[in-house]
């Protein structure tokens, strides 16, 4: 951390910003912000195995009552859970007469087509073959291997994330008019953080960025700065961004308030729109921890919580899927300087 930042903690998870700087007197980061170290973090995220695996939403909304329909990778896709709990996975349009499965209801575990009562249980029927699904407590994941075009992995690559049973976890959705590049190229800029989005971070510094070895463990960006609170009240922190597969970034809070939180920001291809342009969920999941006594009553409280997270975590992304359809929209015409 930073020589003039706390180094014990009070007993509030806040600090007093001392030589606060007006958004405009700032010091410029475009000089530290190179295209090339960002292109280069971008290419050996794109390298590393994905195994096919695509985030299709959060654990909490897959239920046993009614199924969950998504788009991946201009496949339908329809997700439930099954008798016993379990996720189960197809695909979206029926065999039959090409029904859309997403408006049938389940029943005792067993989805049936609303059309002509087809009866799907997770298992092959009448040409309707499952997908490999996983859910990881969080978010749940669907194999696609027509469309990653990968070797296929057993499970998906799951980030480190705290103990479940310390966690405050929320999943924010958003859509974009990009690419999962542009999402993931977002994430690889820290650089931008307090310039684009002053309403939440403050006094950002680069402290570290990728060695190239294309290591995941080493290849990171690691950043000094401060969370906005009000005011001149901040909670500084240290994090660590890493793109450990290549539609997923992740940020680490290494050091300060939250040492042990996670914020995972996954990037998934959905259909073009109706006129051709390409979309993009951004799926992020928010894993927030801490070793303060009082964070066990915001666990239980986390009910109310969550929409508040969710809020905190759509101010960002709608400036941030700015800055993504704005990259896809420079590069599809070719005049991105990147």
């Given at each position: 951390m ?6 014990r ?15 405009e ?22 390298a ?21 329909g998504r ?7 329809v ?17 039959h ?5 997403r408006?049938?209801?389940v029943h ?18 009448a ?7 996983h859910?990881?407590?969080v ?6 291997d ?46 931008h ?7 939440s ?8 960025s990728?060695?190239?070895s ?12 401060s ?5 001149r009240l901040?909670v ?23 040492a042990?939180?996670?914020v995972?920001?996954?990037a998934?291809?959905l ?5 051709g ?9 928010v894993?927030a ?10 666990r ?14 759509g ?7 700015a ?13 991105f300087p990147?």
């Amino acid at each position: 951390m930073n020589a003039d930042r706390p180094a014990r903690r009070g007993r509030l998870p806040l600090s007093l910003r001392g030589r606060a700087v007006p958004w405009e007197r700032q010091r410029p980061t475009w000089r530290e912000a190179r295209p090339s170290v960002i292109a280069q973090a971008l290419k050996r995220a794109q390298a590393r195995p994905s195994g096919n695996w695509y985030v299709v939403g959060a654990s909490r909304d897959l239920r046993s009552d009614r199924p969950l329909g998504r788009t991946v990778a201009g496949q339908e896709v329809v997700l439930w859970r099954g008798a016993d709990g379990r996720p189960v996975a197809g695909p979206g349009s029926c065999p039959h007469l090409g029904a859309p499965l997403r408006d049938s209801p389940v029943h005792r575990g067993t989805l049936v087509c609303h059309w002509h009562g087809l009866a799907l249980d997770g298992g092959p029927c009448a040409g309707w073959t499952p997908l490999p699904v996983h859910d990881d407590g969080v978010l749940v994941w669907v194999r696609l291997d027509a469309a990653g075009g990968e070797e296929p992995l057993s499970a998906p690559v799951v980030p480190r994330r705290p103990e479940p049973s310390r966690a405050l976890t929320a999943v924010y959705v958003g859509t974009g008019t990009c690419e999962p590049e542009d999402v993931v190229a977002n994430r690889l800029d820290p650089w931008h953080g307090a310039w684009f989005h002053p309403y939440s971070f403050v006094d950002l510094t680069v402290v570290g960025s990728p060695d190239g070895s294309g290591d995941g463990a080493r290849d990171a960006f690691t950043v000094d700065v401060s969370f906005k609170v009000a005011g001149r009240l901040v909670v500084p922190v240290r994090a660590e961004f890493t793109a450990p597969e290549p539609r997923t970034v992740v940020m680490h809070i290494t050091g300060g308030e939250g040492a042990g939180s996670v914020v995972e920001s996954h990037a998934t291809p959905l259909a073009p729109d109706e006129l051709g342009r390409p979309r993009t969920a951004v799926i992020e999941a928010v894993m927030a921890a801490s070793d303060r006594p009082g964070f066990a009553v915001a666990r239980r409280s986390a009910p109310l919580l969550r929409p508040l997270v969710r809020a905190a975590a759509g101010r960002l992304w709608r400036d941030d899927l700015a800055y993504a359809e704005r990259r896809w929209r420079l590069r599809s015409t070719g005049r991105f300087p990147g």
